[in-house]
């Protein structure tokens, strides 16, 4: 069931608490300044299924990341709560992966100490996971670059590398946050690709945030379409398309249709 309010959306998605992987109730969120408040988020209203791939798509500023954040338990709300796992988050949890649209790497440490890294911060024994660091990189297409540093890797090198760590502690969780954005549009859907298909294999729920909407259908279960700041959910969609999914979908009238509904609420047809 979906009820309407004039411009922000409720979604009710059926779910209890125990079925729910997140549940967004009434959040807002107010940065506060100098010179006044700036609500960045106004009454969000959100579930999220466990194994599901969905997108947050919206105009700069409108709040996705921010509601990443938040949702991540880097950002505590001004009002209203998120809960995962029908538990109130308020701190980072270790069953949620983060990565940002840059690949965040330590330029003095190889590719494979770079992936190992957060064993290294959860104290865990790096020889234990050694094997499946290199497992990951493989699986990405970086086992020739094991020894190499950041400096001596392609952006899309490097985000892959960061999509390898994120992976190796296994959350059940991975929260995107753009991290395709800097890329180009070849080496971008080469990692769309290789991401659809980790999902896959693994289960995973993903979050991802994007601005760009042929991306966002392309890759999502759902859509939430978010309004200028501040941001409130306008709508999510339901992507029907087949599974696996082939660039060739993107011939797809359903394909277009999705996209140009989205363009539509963004006011950019």
Same mark, same amino acid.
């Given at each position: 069931?979906?009820?309407?309010?004039?411009?922000?959306?409720?979604?009710?998605?059926?779910?209890?608490?125990?079925?729910?992987?997140?549940?967004?109730?009434?959040?807002?969120?107010?940065?506060?300044?100098?010179?006044?408040?700036?609500?960045?988020?106004?009454?969000?209203?959100?579930?999220?299924?466990?194994?599901?791939?969905?997108?947050?798509?919206?105009?700069?500023?409108?709040?996705?990341?921010?509601?990443?954040?938040?949702?991540?338990?880097?950002?505590?709300?001004?009002?209203?709560?998120?809960?995962?796992?029908?538990?109130?988050?308020?701190?980072?949890?270790?069953?949620?992966?983060?990565?940002?649209?840059?690949?965040?790497?330590?330029?003095?440490?190889?590719?494979?100490?770079?992936?190992?890294?957060?064993?290294?911060? /959860?104290?865990?024994?790096?020889?234990?996971?050694?094997?499946?660091?290199?497992?990951?990189?493989?699986?990405?297409?970086?086992? $020739?670059?094991?020894?190499?540093?950041?400096?001596?890797?392609?952006?899309?090198?490097?985000?892959?590398?960061?999509?390898?760590?994120?992976?190796?502690?296994?959350? $059940?969780?991975?929260?995107?946050?753009?991290?395709?954005?800097?890329?180009?549009? /070849?080496?971008?859907?080469?990692?769309?690709?290789?991401?659809?298909?980790?999902?896959?294999?693994?289960?995973?729920?993903?979050? /991802?945030?994007?601005?760009?909407?042929?991306?966002?259908? /392309?890759?999502?279960?759902?859509?939430?379409?978010?309004?200028?700041?501040?941001?409130?959910?306008?709508?999510?969609?339901?992507?029907?398309?087949?599974?696996?999914?082939?660039?060739?979908?993107?011939?797809?009238?359903?394909?277009?249709?999705?996209?140009?509904?989205?363009?539509?609420?963004?006011?950019?047809?």
């Amino acid at each position: 069931m979906t009820t309407t309010t004039g411009s922000m959306v409720s979604i009710d998605e059926a779910t209890t608490a125990t079925q729910a992987v997140f549940e967004v109730d009434n959040l807002y969120k107010v940065f506060h300044t100098d010179t006044g408040g700036v609500m960045a988020l106004r009454d969000i209203n959100l579930d999220v299924r466990p194994g599901e791939f969905l997108s947050f798509v919206g105009p700069s500023g409108c709040g996705k990341s921010t509601l990443l954040n938040v949702m991540a338990g880097l950002l505590p709300p001004s009002h209203g709560e998120v809960r995962f796992k029908g538990a109130v988050i308020d701190a980072p949890h270790r069953d949620i992966g983060m990565m940002f649209q840059t690949s965040v790497l330590f330029p003095w440490r190889t590719v494979l100490e770079n992936v190992l890294m957060p064993i290294e911060i /959860f104290g865990w024994d790096k020889k234990k996971y050694r094997p499946r660091a290199l497992e990951l990189l493989e699986a990405v297409g970086l086992e $020739s670059f094991v020894r190499a540093y950041p400096a001596q890797l392609s952006g899309g090198m490097q985000q892959r590398a960061s999509l390898a760590r994120v992976l190796l502690y296994d959350p $059940s969780v991975l929260l995107l946050d753009e991290p395709f954005g800097a890329l180009d549009e /070849f080496t971008r859907e080469n990692m769309n690709l290789e991401l659809l298909k980790i999902w896959t294999e693994t289960g995973k729920t993903v979050i /991802f945030v994007t601005h760009n909407i042929n991306e966002a259908v /392309f890759l999502s279960d759902r859509v939430v379409v978010m309004t200028p700041r501040p941001g409130e959910v306008a709508r999510v969609l339901d992507i029907d398309l087949p599974r696996p999914r082939v660039l060739e979908v993107m011939k797809d009238q359903r394909f277009a249709d999705r996209v140009f509904e989205i363009r539509e609420l963004l006011g950019v047809a």
